[in-house]
């Protein structure tokens, strides 16, 4: 489970909710970003989330329910090494989307992990391995939770967050031109977790290169980092 919101009023605003069950996580940060790192029983602490001093952000939904068309089979790259170079600044957006458009892209199997990406101009990709990618030049917001955008609610699941989509969707319809941190905050909190809990909740004010954090959903609690 997951939700990630991309917002393009005055400020470019990037939020993220990361639920998970049974994983070690923990916050780092450094000049080059703030990293939300799960631990790895086979190659250790993974930067999976977050944001870099570039401007971009990573998010990484898990899709349900699993699609096999995500498995690895052949050549391709993995989304998570993909999302692992974005965040780590080795690879720039520009060559993840065309990596992307050009190039097969595999999960791990029996998971479809989706990649949520976005860039300092505000700008949005989406990577559903198996399935395809969405491009969206600066939208006004967008927004993904555990269900393929291109299956949207065909398929039924119980984690697929359909609920928490059309929540933050309307949240974000009727936000105005000057949404900032607390009102992502805001939309990152009615769609919180208890059954696989919200452990880290972020905010990336784009345009202030500004990182807002806290932890199991304890809202009064803020960390700040500026990158």
Not at 77 to 87: F, S
Not at 95 to 105: H, L, M, P
Not at 187 to 200: D, F, G, M, Y
Not at 205 to 227: G, S
Request: aromatic letters at 10%.
């Amino acid at each position: 489970m997951c939700t990630s919101i991309v917002s393009n009023r005055n400020k470019t605003i990037v939020g993220w909710n990361l639920d998970i069950l049974g994983m070690e996580y923990r916050v780092s940060s450094s000049e080059a970003g703030v990293y939300i790192e799960i631990n790895d029983e086979t190659e250790g602490w993974l930067p999976l989330f977050g944001a870099n001093s570039r401007g971009d952000f990573v998010g990484m939904p898990t899709c349900h329910p699993f699609d096999e068309r995500s498995n690895p089979t052949g050549e391709g790259t993995n989304v998570l090494l993909l999302d692992i170079d974005l965040l780590l600044q080795k690879k720039t957006f520009q060559e993840i989307k065309e990596i992307a458009e050009t190039e097969k892209v595999f999960s791990v199997p029996g998971v479809t992990f989706m990649s949520a990406l976005s860039d300092r101009e505000g700008n949005v990709l989406q990577i559903i391995p198996g399935q395809g990618n969405r491009y969206f030049e600066k939208p006004r917001y967008q927004v993904l939770t555990n269900f393929s955008p291109f299956k949207m609610d065909s398929e039924k699941h119980p984690w697929m967050g359909w609920d928490r989509y059309q929540t933050a969707t309307k949240m974000l319809e009727e936000a105005s031109d000057d949404f900032d941190v607390e009102d992502c905050f805001r939309i990152l909190k009615a769609v919180s977790q208890e059954v696989c809990p919200t452990v880290v909740s972020m905010v990336f004010d784009v345009t202030e290169k500004t990182v807002y954090w806290c932890e199991n959903r304890q809202w009064e609690q803020i960390h700040r980092k500026e990158l």
